[in-house]
């Protein structure tokens, strides 16, 4: 034993000395070429443009762009790659990016789809397929994850998170982080994921995308952070500014947030890039006065790689020859942008094979975990009478705008998504049933009911109906923000017209973000929320529609009865006056009422207090029953950690999963503390009718946070604990710290 030890420690100092070995060779190339560079060929290193072809070409054979984005074909990228490496003066090649967000040609659901899986191995899984396609087109580079915490689903780029809570933010992007780049970045597998947004874009005011956020620097910290350090611990080899100023100072010119927190607290040594003309932006934000001034802000602030405000390369030269920035500012940024490409194998293998693609494109095991990945992000919000499963149904209506949407499936940010290989609801449908097909609306916006009679119509020929209504791709995403998040055009009409066929109504909702359909679920007996599912979405909801898949997804963000209740999320503070569970609304207020406070607790008079569906909320086609809870000690110190051991039973009459939640709260805090925190969640495969022992461990040090004097710590004190299926539900269990 002690021989085998002994083995496994050389190997592990080894492989330690071996990437030290590595770490100090690319350094050494790094300084060599760095040293050989003008300052016309370092500033073009910083230059990032859009698109390919002759402007590009012509950049690159003079050493001044060392970017290229939105080009996905090999030869046009391996023309602008020949002109890098063999015509221009040191050979640099160029990196190409791309918003690969949830899939390259095989599309997986959209991020925050993924996130309701609770399922990081998954989420790893689909991020290294995506990989695997985009780097065959020639991709390295993709910018994705977004970290963003959003807690205001009117916000459009909810899609393209992970939801609401720092802990399932943070298991998400890690996951995806390795997923994309692989265990050895010069693997041509391997493409540089692109941590952003850096940071707190999520908290927009309203939800109206690039607007003004209010941050304080703790809840940076206790909450925004979070991922992005977790990110950069897992080797994140990029990170993007935001477009968002924090406390009025920009992201993109801000030295606390890339100098003092990125760089020297959490030394990250990557690449640090603009988003889309962020650096040009600070003009209209009144931070800079023209882009001249925004580019010396932004290299100043330690922004490496300029996208697309073409400052970088008009004015660097000029400010340096002024003294306005540092030649020594401009070999920091080179460095980390050729350590990049160093890091990538680029230097080595600077060109893709033109008939790679095709090889790797929609392959059978990438197709497989999409479907998988779409099955596990179904949440399942009602099912009355146990309507679904349709297992014993043969003939279906099946009807909505969404039911056979190839494009609009597919989600936000799926630029390379091909819907021709887009399963539909419809195509999967009709594999299971006799289905009858009476689409009601053209599409999701569409308000002409003069095909309403028909689809009642057919409900009567059939044993049940299905109703796929939600959100095209194009009402979520940048850029897309919405005040209402009602379902749009004629769709409720529909659900209610089927309602009144008198037959079973199941309805899927495929959209971008929780919609507010409280409304809907009175004229439906089950729901499905599929978000937008990607390439196999259509066979993942006919497999959970006819029984042979279960549900298990879980809401990743708080379902709002209406818009007016965002922001809402289930890990806020207290108020003063918090909810004690009665309420009184509006139709509860006497005429001529006195000038009295009514409930005098923190709530809307026309929509109460709670959420429709709660953060981690999800059914299945069984029940779960938590049972015998107990902590194995409830007085610890702060080194020890919290052990948690119960038996969870599947009392139902299928098999299923069940996703256990684990929340803490800290009763009271130098600072006011949020009343649940998620700290650990767990996929628990049950049979029908079986028990399972679980234990769940938690280190004390984990429940640290930012106190009142800006220290990270673990404050002594009387804590909760739950464990249950969803941030509402489970009995609060004591314990304290010392």
């Known amino acids: 034993m002690k021989k085998l030890q002994l083995l496994a420690v050389g190997s592990l100092l080894a492989l330690c000395l071996a990437g030290c070995s590595e770490k100090d060779e690319i350094d050494r190339k790094v300084d060599e070429l760095l040293s050989k560079m003008t300052l016309r060929e370092k500033i073009?290193?910083?230059?990032?443009?859009?698109?390919?072809?002759?402007?590009a070409e012509e950049a690159a054979a003079k050493g001044e762009v060392g970017s290229i984005l939105n080009c996905v074909d090999p030869a046009e990228i391996n023309a602008v790659q020949r002109a890098a490496v063999e015509q221009s003066r040191l050979g640099i090649p160029v990196i190409v990016g791309r918003d690969v967000i949830h899939g390259f040609r095989t599309i997986f659901p959209i991020p925050l789809g993924l996130a309701a899986t609770f399922d990081p191995e998954l989420v790893e899984q689909g991020a290294r397929v995506a990989a695997i396609e985009a780097t065959a087109s020639g991709v390295h580079w993709t910018f994705s994850p977004m970290l963003d915490i959003a807690r205001d689903s009117r916000w459009g780029r909810v899609a393209e998170g992970s939801g609401e809570d720092p802990y399932l933010d943070t298991q998400m992007g890690?996951?995806?982080?390795?997923?994309?780049?692989?265990?050895?970045?010069?693997?041509?597998?391997?493409?540089?994921?692109?941590?952003?947004?850096?940071v707190g874009y999520g908290a927009a005011e309203g939800g109206r995308d690039y607007n003004s956020t209010m941050i304080s620097e703790r809840s940076l910290r206790n909450t925004y952070f979070p991922a992005f350090k977790a990110c950069v611990d897992a080797g994140a080899?990029?990170?993007?500014?935001?477009?968002?100023?924090i406390d009025g100072i920009p992201s993109t010119g801000n030295d606390f947030l890339l100098k003092d927190v990125l760089r020297q607290e959490w030394g990250f040594d990557g690449m640090v890039v603009t988003d889309w003309n962020s650096s040009g932006e600070m003009v209209a934000h009144g931070f800079a006065k023209d882009l001249k001034h925004a580019t010396e802000l932004s290299v100043n602030a330690g922004v490496d790689m300029d996208m697309m405000s073409f400052g970088y390369i008009s004015y660097i030269e000029e400010l340096v020859k002024e003294g306005k920035i540092k030649e020594e500012t401009i070999d920091n940024a080179v460095r980390n942008i050729l350590k990049l490409k160093f890091r990538l194998g680029l230097f080595d293998n600077p060109y893709?094979?033109?008939?790679?693609?095709?090889?790797v494109d929609y392959a059978p095991e990438h197709l497989a975990a999409a479907k998988q990945s779409a099955v596990e992000s179904a949440i399942l919000l009602q099912n009355d009478n146990d309507v679904l499963p349709l297992d014993k149904a043969r003939t279906i209506l099946v009807t909505g705008p969404m039911a056979d949407a190839p494009y609009d499936q597919l989600g936000t940010w799926a630029f390379d998504g091909q819907s021709e290989h887009t399963v539909t609801p419809l195509q999967a449908l009709r594999e299971c049933y006799e289905v009858i097909y009476e689409p009601g609306l053209a599409y999701s916006r569409d308000r002409d009911t003069k095909d309403f009679a028909k689809v009642r119509a057919a409900a009567q020929r059939a044993d049940a109906a299905v109703v796929f209504v939600g959100e095209e791709a194009i009402l979520s995403g940048e850029a897309h923000s919405l005040s209402s998040?009602?379902?749009?055009?004629?769709?409720?009409?529909?659900?209610?017209?089927v309602r009144k066929s008198g037959k079973p109504v199941v309805v899927v909702v495929i959209a971008g973000r929780p919609l507010t359909i409280e409304r809907d679920l009175a004229n439906c007996d089950a729901m499905l929320y599929a978000f937008h599912p990607g390439t196999m979405g259509g066979e993942a909801l006919a497999d959970?529609?006819?029984?042979?898949?279960?549900?298990?997804?879980?809401?990743?963000?708080?379902?709002?009865?209406?818009?007016?209740?965002?922001?809402?999320?289930?890990?806020?503070n207290n108020t003063g006056r918090p909810c004690n569970g009665t309420e009184t609304l509006l139709e509860d207020i006497p005429m001529k009422a006195g000038q009295t406070s009514l409930g005098c607790t923190s709530y809307y008079l026309d929509s109460g207090y709670g959420p429709l569906f709660p953060f981690g909320y999800g059914l299945s086609y069984t029940t779960f029953e938590y049972g015998n809870i107990t902590l194995e000690k409830t007085a610890l110190g702060k080194d020890d950690t919290i052990v948690v051991e119960f038996d969870l039973s599947n009392t139902?009459?299928?098999?299923?999963?069940?996703?256990?939640?684990?929340?803490?709260?800290?009763?009271v805090g130098s600072v006011v503390r949020p009343v649940k925190e998620l700290r650990r969640f767990e996929r628990v495969a049950l049979a029908a009718g079986e028990t399972?022992?679980?234990?769940?461990?938690?280190?004390?040090?984990?429940?640290?946070?930012?106190?009142?004097?800006?220290?990270?710590?673990?404050?002594?004190?009387?804590?909760?604990?739950?464990?249950?299926g969803d941030s509402a539900s489970g009995e609060a269990y004591p314990f304290s710290v010392e």
Request: hydrophobic share 40%; glycine share 8%.
């Open 44 to 55: 073009g290193q910083m230059h990032q443009v859009s698109g390919a072809g002759t402007h």
């Open 692 to 724: 399972k022992h679980i234990r769940m461990e938690l280190p004390v040090a984990e429940l640290a946070f930012w106190n009142r004097d800006m220290q990270y710590v673990v404050e002594p004190g009387d804590f909760q604990l739950w464990v249950a």
């Open 652 to 667: 139902g009459k299928r098999d299923g999963v069940e996703v256990v939640q684990l929340y803490t709260r800290d009763l």
């Open 352 to 359: 893709v094979d033109v008939d790679a693609s095709a090889r």
């Open 174 to 198: 890690v996951a995806m982080v390795r997923g994309y780049q692989g265990d050895d970045f010069a693997d041509p597998t391997s493409m540089a994921a692109c941590i952003k947004h850096f």
């Open 237 to 245: 080899l990029t990170l993007m500014t935001s477009f968002n100023e």
């Open 544 to 572: 959970l529609i006819k029984g042979k898949a279960v549900p298990s997804g879980k809401s990743p963000m708080t379902f709002l009865r209406d818009a007016g209740q965002a922001p809402f999320y289930y890990n806020h």
């Open 485 to 497: 998040l009602n379902l749009q055009g004629a769709q409720s009409e529909l659900i209610a017209e």
